[in-house]
């Protein structure tokens, strides 16, 4: 193990903390590390670990400098940018899920903090958001969408035609947040910037990856997707594989055993129990509590074994992913990518108040269907 990797592990206090969790929760529940392994989605460890290893390979090949540079050209003020890229973050998080819709998105907003002055952290943030919103709209937005529209038999269109008063809310609420909190400001150019130097050969090799690793996931060999991946960098430029954050994995993973040692407190088994005699409104208000400490991918899983997919639940558990920050894996990512601790207490002022209007919004809305 390279000491990089371990230099940044021991600067990973999220890291250091989701372990302490870990360490006290083994401690109430029966000792079973073998089950851990299996507590893992290993298929969500692995699209992550293509999915980092294409993003890098494009930002290191300077293309976000080229798109970035066009970008700043076309939007002249601060406001209009940051809307442009909100809104891009939220459309490509509807077909592309909204993880690929971070890894797209945010390394472009911090190669545009190369050339011009723009607040950085607060766009990140706002992106994060933009694709929880976004990625509610349609059945392959999102993991817990993918579950609830299984399970509930609708097709493509009518799952995403109940989903769409929701999705509408959420973003007109962000496009209108966004107005105020990004002034219309010409953008400040830094001086002294090259033009950019970039290599279309790496451009263009990490496109035909991305096509082979995206038939892979669909063909169900993603294993093999990623194997072809990492070898066509290892071939074509080995500092890809180098550069990666290879410890945002270790994060996944670490995410997923507590998350399987918390279902395992027999205080939580308890109430599970009752879950399929809940009313709407302690259903609504379960699904989206319950998100915020375990995620909103896990909490689907959980309330199917009790209850229906019913819109009421589908629409709660994507709520969820709004507020703290294990609301969403996206949310995680996204700051994780920003890679400046400021960040991670700057989320929760946007995200926090967020999530109850969102819960409001969403509740009155149901009323009146």
Excluded at 59 to 65: A, H, K, M, R, V
Excluded at 71 to 76: D, I, W
Aim: aromatic share 12%; net charge positive; hydrophobic share 55%.
């Amino acid at each position: 193990m390279s000491l990089p990797f371990l230099r940044a592990l021991r600067r990973d206090r999220f890291f250091q903390l989701l372990m302490i969790i870990g360490i006290g929760l083994s401690l109430c529940v029966p000792f079973a590390p073998r089950r851990w392994l299996a507590a893992i989605d290993w298929h969500t460890i692995i699209t992550l670990s293509g999915l980092m290893l294409l993003t890098k390979g494009v930002e290191l090949s300077g293309y976000f400098d080229v798109l970035g540079r066009r970008m700043t050209r076309r939007f002249a003020t601060e406001r209009r940018l940051a809307m442009f890229m909100v809104l891009a973050a939220a459309v490509l998080s509807t077909f592309l899920t909204n993880d690929v819709a971070l890894f797209i998105v945010v390394p472009l907003t911090i190669t545009l903090k190369k050339l011009c002055a723009i607040p950085v952290n607060r766009l990140i943030i706002f992106e994060a958001l933009a694709v929880n919103a976004g990625s509610l709209l349609t059945p392959i937005g999102n993991p817990q969408n993918i579950l609830l529209w299984g399970r509930s038999g609708l097709s493509f269109t009518a799952f995403t035609w109940q989903m769409l008063p929701l999705a509408v809310a959420m973003m007109l609420t962000l496009l209108v947040l966004c107005w105020f909190c990004f002034p219309a400001k010409a953008l400040q150019y830094h001086t002294g910037t090259r033009s950019p130097d970039w290599q279309p050969r790496l451009v263009w090799s990490c496109l035909g990856l991305y096509i082979v690793f995206l038939s892979a996931l669909e063909l169900k060999q993603e294993l093999w997707g990623l194997a072809i991946v990492a070898a066509g960098f290892l071939i074509l430029a080995r500092r890809v594989v180098l550069s990666v954050d290879w410890t945002l994995l270790l994060v996944f993973m670490a995410m997923f055993i507590d998350v399987h040692l918390l279902t395992q407190l027999p205080a939580l088994q308890a109430i599970s129990g009752h879950i399929g005699t809940l009313s709407g409104p302690g259903l609504w208000l379960t699904a989206i509590g319950l998100s915020q400490f375990i995620s909103n991918v896990p909490t689907t899983i959980l309330l199917l074994n009790y209850v229906p997919p019913t819109l009421l639940l589908a629409w709660a558990v994507n709520i969820g992913g709004f507020g703290l920050l294990p609301g969403s894996l996206a949310n995680l990512i996204a700051l994780r990518m920003a890679n400046d601790r400021r960040i991670w207490w700057r989320f929760h002022l946007y995200s926090l108040p967020m999530l109850v209007w969102a819960a409001l919004v969403g509740y009155g809305l149901l009323l009146l269907r």
